[in-house]
């Protein structure tokens, strides 16, 4: 096995029209409606096309064992980065002192409003690590060793995968920055609040469409019909089943998990974001939209090359296997 160089994708994302969205949020204010939910997003950017793509991604997936192996260890690759920069984020914005002032409160050091909206990003990062159990990196683990052991891969075999390609270090650098924020500039952090609200809006989509694929598309088959044989394990003190990686973040046509509160918890931070800073609402949408639109082409960028990726493996793999059943 070799770690495969896919070419450049183009995955650009479009925002919709500033001065009609804008209009649309201002006349929401007015109805006593926040500007900023997911809706709102859904209406800015090509949400439901992005997910439909992710949802062929899964399924094209779970066709082969070793190929589900490697287009997991990417995708928890990824989600590594994202989940670990949170606390950046919500750091950069507690650290912003005087930054985010709230106009009714005359009193400078009482008026500093900027914890609170660090607060409310931090949610997301304590839940990553949790307070009692495991980390939701640690439940990530499991769940990758399930499916080693799914498609029976050696020791050796499952090391060759981590060694990442240059793309996939390339994104997750684009991670670490479109989070982490600069302490002191608005801009950069509302960008970042905007990445962070992207980043949560499709981790509720993602497990999601993970569940169905897996648990409810290919019921008893597959991959599905090993994880029930698949008993619980160990971790940190408590037992964890594999699939409650998924499962914790969201489930399909079930209870919302972590990601859908997490999406919640920041669209309140953004809405609170125009009473305390002096610039107009359209300047703060727009840099909302930024922020959202970077790591939703960060995002779909991912998929469509770990796709390419583990489709070519998938293709030379068979193609191997064909040449050794002709010596």
């Known amino acids: 096995m070799s770690s495969l160089q896919t070419k450049t994708t ?7 029209n500033l001065a009609q969205v804008t209009i649309k949020a201002n006349i929401a204010v007015k109805n006593g409606v926040k500007p900023f ?4 997003f859904r209406q800015c950017f090509a949400v439901a096309e992005a997910e439909e793509k992710i949802e062929n991604y899964f399924n094209r997936a779970i066709q082969n064992p070793t190929g589900l192996y490697m287009f997991f260890q990417r995708y928890t690759h990824f989600n590594a980065y994202t989940s670990a920069v949170i606390a950046r984020l919500a750091s950069s914005i507690a650290m912003s002192r005087y930054l985010f002032n709230d106009p009714n409160v005359k009193v400078i050091e009482e008026a500093d409003r900027g914890f609170n909206l660090s607060a409310k990003v931090m949610i ?16 990530a683990q499991l769940l990758l060793r399930t499916i080693g052991d799914y498609a029976d891969l050696s020791i050796d075999e499952r090391n060759q995968f981590a060694n990442v390609p240059l793309w996939m270090t390339d994104i997750c650098n684009g991670i670490m920055e479109g989070y982490a924020g600069v302490p002191g500039n608005a801009a950069s952090l ?12 499709f981790g509720d989509i ?7 694929v897996v648990r ?26 594999p699939w409650c990686y998924v499962l914790i973040h969201a489930s399909h046509e079930g209870a919302g998990g972590v990601e859908a509160s997490h999406f919640e918890c920041v669209v309140d931070a953004l809405n609170l974001v125009g009473d305390y800073r002096p610039e107009s609402k359209a300047q703060i949408m727009q ?5 959202f639109g970077q790591f939703m082409n960060l995002e779909q960028d991912m998929f469509s090359r770990v796709d390419e990726e583990t489709q070519i493996f998938v293709k030379q793999s068979k193609q191997s296997v064909k040449e050794l059943a002709l010596v």
């Open 190 to 201: 509302i960008r970042s609040m905007g990445f962070h609200a992207a980043s949560e809006l």
């Open 216 to 241: 409810h598309d290919n019921k008893n088959v597959g991959f599905d019909a090993f994880l029930r044989k698949t008993p619980a394990a160990e971790l940190c003190g408590h037992r964890y089943h």
């Open 124 to 139: 997301a990062a304590s839940d990553e690590g949790t307070n009692d159990g495991a980390p939701h990196r640690t439940l």
């Open 287 to 291: 840099w909302v939209l930024e922020g």
């Open 37 to 40: 939910s997911g809706d709102f």
């Open 206 to 212: 993602e497990y999601g469409l993970l569940d169905k």
């Open 10 to 16: 183009s995955n650009s994302v479009e925002i919709a």
